[in-house]
């Protein structure tokens, strides 16, 4: 009885030592990098920061001309009337500044949601990805070195970057 517990164990470890683990890696940085959403959403956000940047330096300039103004008005003024105006000035400079940043904190916070999306979306593809063709794991590949060494033909990058794009096209 004892033997044949010890020949089945032995069955049975060698049969689970013989089934072999399908793996294989990703490039992170060039699958994120080259994936054609993460750079239309880059598009997107380089067309709005131009824009921003084009009605800061507006406002820039139109509160430039208004403080000039005001400079050869004060020289009229009296010093009591100068300082009230001066104060005035001061706090539209102050309102322009504190929303100028905050646009700018709204537009940067947007950005990084919807790359904070994409990357999530990555992820669950590639998890997708590796049931869907029978991959045991699929490790990612960084600067950090997560994966030191792969071999050529695990190297899953394109394949994945190639039905990434393909699914993005689709929408």
Sequence with gaps: ???????????????????SLKTGFIDNSEVVNNYQEKIDIEAKFKTKVEAFQKRTDSIGRAFQMEAQAFQAKAEKMSDA?????????????????????????QIQQQSQAEIDSLLNKVKKYVKEYGEKNGYTYI??????????????ANDLTKNVLEALNADYKKD
Aim: net charge negative.
């Design 81 to 105: 009337d100068a300082q009230k105006e001066y104060q005035v000035l001061g706090q539209k400079q102050q309102m322009l500044q504190q929303g100028i940043q905050a646009e700018e904190q």
């Design 1 to 19: 009885m004892k033997n044949i517990f010890l020949i089945a164990l032995a069955i049975v470890t060698l049969v689970s030592c013989n089934e």
């Design 139 to 152: 490790f990612g590949s960084n600067d950090a070195g997560s994966v030191m060494y792969g071999a050529e």
